[in-house]
């Protein structure tokens, strides 16, 4: 649904997401979602240079429920993961340097 993100479930999250060693992006968005074109725009670079350290995850909330335990209402909705715990959200359709500044806190980068 993005493209350079696998998808995740409620099934899987857990396991994916939460309990991973890698850290995670996670944009919770409807496959219909207007906003999906400029996120895939957004990541695309963070994708290609951090693809290795970091697993990019889509949830559609159309057909998993995962969303409501972290209060989202609004979509697309991004959260970062990293050690099991959530470090940042964006509950909107974020700007590039916002985008920048999460990936470079999850990466623990200066």
Not at 28 to 52: A, V, W, Y
Not at 86 to 101: G, N, Y
């Amino acid at each position: 649904m993005i493209e350079g993100f696998q998808e995740v479930t409620d099934r899987d999250f857990y396991e994916k997401v939460m309990s991973a060693e890698t850290p995670a992006v996670v944009v919770f968005t409807s496959p219909d979602n207007p906003h999906n074109p400029k996120i895939e725009e957004i990541f695309r670079k963070h994708i290609q240079e951090h693809g290795g350290r970091i697993n990019f995850f889509y949830m559609d909330v159309t057909r998993n429920t995962s969303f409501e335990d972290f209060g989202l209402f609004n979509f697309p909705a991004i959260l970062y993961f990293r050690d099991t715990m959530e470090l940042e959200r964006h509950d909107f359709l974020p700007s590039e340097d916002m985008v920048d500044q999460a990936i470079r806190r999850l990466l623990r980068i200066g």
